[in-house]
């Protein structure tokens, strides 16, 4: 999948529900579901996401932000039902990941608290969730501590998008060419 191209399922799902009230609670949960299953960014799906529904970019950015924490805290899950040699095994370039090895040494160090910034950060979380999920987790730390870290990113880049649309879709144009 290339990574810059928002799916098309999530395409349409954003277009046909961008008119109704429950749209911010669709768009949480692809949030939910990009973090839960680290198919694709979710930062692709939000940019669009809130140039169709500007006005609501508040809300946006809260509820992505809270819904990614339960993505991640079921990530922490899933990692613990599966055990690590199953996940090394169907995802060996984690361990070798240059951001794996920072993400690791973060944790090991700040515990929730680098959890926390990474989620905030531009460095992909899933191999922080991973390293974490092999020490003795607490899931409910995991909700906060990324709930907070995204919250905190996508009600920032929210607002930037609804304040600065122009650079964005100028952006759009130049990965469409």
Same mark, same amino acid.
């Given at each position: 999948?290339?990574?810059?191209?928002?799916?098309?399922?999530?395409?349409?799902?954003?277009?046909?529900?961008?008119?109704?009230?429950?749209?911010?609670?669709?768009?949480? !949960?692809? %949030?939910? *579901?990009?973090? $839960?299953?680290?198919?694709? &960014?979710?930062?692709?799906?939000?940019?669009?996401?809130? @140039?169709?529904?500007?006005?609501?970019?508040?809300?946006?950015?809260?509820?992505?932000?809270?819904?990614?924490?339960?993505?991640?805290?079921?990530?922490?899950?899933?990692?613990?039902?599966?055990?690590?040699?199953?996940?090394?095994?169907?995802?060996?370039?984690?361990?070798?990941?240059?951001?794996?090895?920072?993400?690791?040494?973060?944790?090991?160090?700040?515990? !929730?608290? %680098?959890? *926390?910034?990474? $989620?905030?950060?531009?460095? &992909?979380?899933?191999?922080?969730?991973?390293?974490?999920? @092999?020490?003795?987790?607490?899931?409910?730390?995991?909700?906060?501590?990324?709930?907070?870290?995204?919250?905190?990113?996508?009600?920032?880049?929210?607002?930037?998008?609804?304040?600065?649309?122009?650079?964005?879709?100028?952006?759009?144009?130049?990965?469409?060419?």
């Amino acid at each position: 999948m290339n990574s810059t191209r928002i799916p098309l399922w999530v395409r349409k799902l954003l277009d046909r529900s961008v008119g109704h009230r429950y749209y911010p609670a669709v768009v949480a !949960l692809i %949030a939910f *579901a990009s973090t $839960a299953s680290f198919s694709f &960014p979710f930062v692709i799906v939000l940019i669009p996401a809130v @140039l169709l529904a500007p006005r609501r970019w508040f809300l946006l950015g809260v509820l992505t932000g809270v819904a990614s924490g339960i993505g991640g805290a079921v990530l922490v899950e899933l990692f613990q039902y599966l055990g690590k040699e199953l996940v090394l095994e169907r995802y060996p370039q984690l361990v070798d990941n240059a951001h794996w090895q920072s993400a690791s040494a973060w944790l090991h160090a700040y515990g !929730l608290f %680098a959890l *926390a910034v990474i $989620a905030g950060s531009p460095i &992909p979380q899933t191999p922080a969730i991973f390293a974490y999920s @092999l020490a003795e987790p607490s899931t409910l730390g995991v909700l906060v501590a990324i709930g907070i870290g995204k919250t905190v990113k996508y009600v920032f880049l929210s607002w930037v998008i609804a304040r600065y649309p122009s650079r964005f879709i100028r952006y759009r144009q130049a990965c469409n060419e």
